[in-house]
């Protein structure tokens, strides 16, 4: 697993739920992923502290949530999720690797063909897999993206759907390479980022005043616009079938600050 990979979580599990738990539309998440579910299982990239893994799971669904950090990890135990929610420590840019060989460790059993060669496990598939809040584009890279988005295809049932939710960047002229501002989460928090337009790649820092001096969090991100999602999609043999602008499912448009997007077999 690359640096990169737990480098958000890592930098924001102490303070995530605090700085972000009442900013997010969470009741009208679930309910719209509840509805998209099927029978479920149900898979999430980046489950962070359980926002939306624990509510579903709850709801009675089996869940399984992969998180590169496992300090996030840690504070999604300790919220004492249900058992039908499985936390898995790995890297979703190779999510069905990491879950092949968390399957291959946890149940000999799953061993397909009988063949024993403690490598072929049989793969699980989902109905639905989930990757909320930008989650997706902290891989940062092209390469990380397209190739997450493989594997996702690959661990989709027939009918399963995709399901990402995503902030939609300025227009190419409008991207400010250079920022410092002042950050929605308060306590005095400020965000410095440097963006580079040609890799769409955006590095930056939550700068936190503390009594010992500034706390430092960095983070990196690759930004997407909507049509560079369905790209991705398009390369793997998925589809947009669905796309609004708030988990309440209100229209998308041109205006609309994000986008949530539901993906299916093309
Ligand atoms: C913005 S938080 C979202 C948490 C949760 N899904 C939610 O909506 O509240 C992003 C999460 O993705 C995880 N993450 C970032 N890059 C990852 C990667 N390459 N593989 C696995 N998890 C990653 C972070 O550790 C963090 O927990």
């Not at 043999?237 to 229209?251: D, Q, V």
Request: hydrophobic fraction near 40%.
């Amino acid at each position: 697993m690359t640096d990169d990979a737990a480098l958000y979580g890592d930098s924001f599990a102490d303070v995530y739920d605090e700085w972000y738990g009442d900013m997010f539309d969470t009741e009208g998440a679930v309910q719209a992923l509840l509805e998209l579910a099927g029978s479920g299982p149900i898979c999430e990239l980046g489950v962070g502290t359980g926002r939306l893994a624990i509510p579903l799971a709850a709801a009675g669904f089996d869940v399984v949530g992969i998180d590169a950090s496992a300090a996030m990890l840690e504070r999604l135990a300790a919220k004492e999720p249900p058992a039908s929610l499985t936390a898995v420590l790995g890297d979703m840019g190779s999510v069905a690797e990491v879950l092949a060989a968390s399957a291959s460790e946890g149940d000999g059993a799953k061993n397909s063909d009988g063949d024993c060669d403690g490598h072929s496990v049989q793969q699980q598939r989902f109905t639905l897999i989930i990757c909320a809040f930008n989650t997706f584009l902290n891989l940062a890279s092209e390469e990380a993206q397209q190739r997450c988005m493989g594997q996702v295809a690959s661990l989709l049932t027939e009918n399963g759907v995709f399901v990402v939710e995503s902030v939609v960047p300025a227009e190419p002229e409008e991207i400010v390479t250079e920022s410092l501002d002042e950050s929605s989460v308060g306590h005095g928090v400020t965000v410095r980022t440097s963006t580079d337009v040609h890799s769409q790649i955006i590095r930056g820092e939550h700068l936190e005043p503390t009594a010992t001096g500034t706390r430092r969090r960095p983070w990196a991100a690759r930004y997407l616009r909507p049509e560079q999602f369905d790209g991705l999609a398009s390369h793997v043999g998925l589809a947009p079938i669905e796309r609004w602008s708030s988990w309440r499912r209100e229209p998308f448009d041109g205006d609309s600050l994000t986008h949530i997007t539901v993906y299916a077999r093309a």
